[in-house]
């Protein structure tokens, strides 16, 4: 990849002072980049092996509260250390910030050294592993919607959130002239990122004003996540560089669409696309068909990993090109997953169930072990969904609440099977933990609605 860092460059430009400072990263349960910035000679002499963080960062939301009722965490236990681990094949410059160089880590247990097994990059390399032993590759692709709003983030914060006004005045999608204005921010997105070693291919609007859409090029499922993660961040950076916020907040107005992250996938065998075969309809071959059937049967226990929080789920309505079933369709915008490219050797699976606030790592490892257990059973996939299928009343639904999709993920023996225990009751207890803080809030809805009125 391009710009991409060797730890023997990473030596060489620290030595000769281009580079500084090196940001030490792992990628937290909600998909954020954490971690420390440390000395670049530090960094190339010592800390390149190992170092540490506090495990309350694999058990924290959004706010970094600290809630009860995880096992591997807590005030009983002290909150002790994890190893931060890094992984020198990730070293990247970073070009929008000075003198800087990135290294993403591994999270492992300080005693054992073993990976710790609800950190999501560990979680994503399991599927991988378990994949690879079947002989196939995984190669994904998202892609990130946001918006762009006229406000900084901090002006914003302090209007409490209230003046929300996108930078543009109305529906942009694929609109030249629109996204023109929006290139002093979009164009250093791109070409930042493509030189910190990211395949960018594009961006262009999205189908709402101030609304934006970055692709990446299609790569092994690990660095599709990796590269999500790392575009996810630097997009809130340059923006906020420039004096606008961006937000990957799936629904920030009732009135306006969503943001989404899809999610094409892929499987490749020996260097040959494995979903391909000319001889089949749609050119899908048998194993692919497998693989989509177990995607498809096992959507609604994963979907708290495609939908982590309350605002996640207000984003599937009709007509906003959100999907509310769980079926196929061939090239249909209105279905839960999307087959492409049918007939080509491009062939693949689109899921567009996942939103913008979605952890990579955790939505690509559900929906690999779904497509496993897919292919192991032979699981026989059912005729494409035709039409409108937000019409469909036999097709099945989406989980439409975060209460829904937590019973499902607390109750989902497949899911428990392929990640453990342990793993889902970690993520079965953030899920709670996501609704019992919403439910203490009395929002501005119930105010306006009832405070004259009731």
Not at 262 to 288: I, N, P
Not at 422 to 438: G, P, S
Request: proline share 4%; net charge negative.
């Amino acid at each position: 990849m391009p710009a991409n860092l060797s730890f023997d460059d990473l030596k060489s430009r620290v030595s000769e002072g281009s580079i500084d400072t090196v940001l030490v990263c792992f990628v937290d349960m909600q998909g954020r980049l954490m971690g420390k910035r440390f000395h670049g000679v530090n960094f190339v002499e010592n800390s390149y092996k190992e170092t540490h963080c506090c495990n309350y960062l694999l058990a924290t939301d959004l706010e970094m509260a600290t809630p009860d009722g995880y096992a591997s965490t807590s005030w009983e236990t002290g909150y002790g250390d994890y190893v931060m681990k890094p992984d020198l094949d990730t070293i990247r410059p970073v070009p929008w910030l000075e003198g800087t160089a990135m290294v993403l880590c591994d999270i492992l247990d300080h005693h054992t050294h073993e990976p710790i097994p609800h950190s999501p990059r560990a979680m994503l390399k399991k599927q991988i592993a378990r994949l690879k032993e079947l002989g196939f590759d995984a190669m994904m692709a998202t892609e990130l919607e946001f918006f762009l709003f006229e406000k900084s983030l901090d002006e914003l914060r302090k209007d409490g959130f209230r003046d929300l006004q996108p930078i543009s005045g109305y529906n942009e999608d694929y609109h030249i002239f629109q996204t023109t204005k929006e290139e002093g921010i979009m164009r250093p997105i791109r070409n930042h990122l493509y030189a910190a070693g990211l395949p960018i291919e594009n961006s262009k609007g999205e189908a709402e004003s101030g609304q934006e859409e970055l692709n990446i090029r299609y790569s092994a499922a690990l660095d599709c996540a990796d590269y999500h993660s790392i575009a996810k961040h630097a997009i809130k950076e340059i923006a906020w560089q420039n004096g606008h916020a961006a937000s990957f907040l799936p629904k920030w107005h009732k009135d306006r669409v969503g943001s989404s992250s899809h999610v094409h996938q892929s499987l490749w065998k020996d260097g040959e696309a494995a979903f391909f075969d000319k001889d089949r309809d749609l050119g899908m071959s048998e194993m692919m068909g497998h693989y989509m059937a177990g995607l498809i049967a096992y959507a609604p226990d994963y979907t708290y990993f495609l939908a982590p929080y309350v605002n996640s789920y207000k984003r599937f309505s009709k007509g906003t090109f959100a999907p509310t079933k769980t079926v196929w369709s061939v090239d249909n915008r209105t279905a839960g997953f999307r087959l492409c490219g049918d007939g080509t050797k491009g062939i693949r699976v689109e899921c567009r169930i996942g939103g913008s606030d979605l952890n990579p790592y955790l939505a690509q490892a559900a929906m690999l072990a779904a497509g496993i257990k897919g292919i192991e059973e032979k699981m026989e996939l059912a005729a494409p969904t035709r039409g409108d299928v937000y019409e469909d009343a036999k097709a099945g639904d989406i989980p439409q609440t975060l209460r829904d999709a937590t019973e499902l993920l607390r109750n989902s023996k497949f899911l428990r099977e392929v990640m453990g225990d342990d793993v889902i009751d970690h993520y079965t207890r953030a899920a709670e933990w996501e609704q019992e803080e919403f439910d203490r809030v009395v929002t501005d809805w119930e105010i306006a609605r009832g405070f004259e009125r009731a």
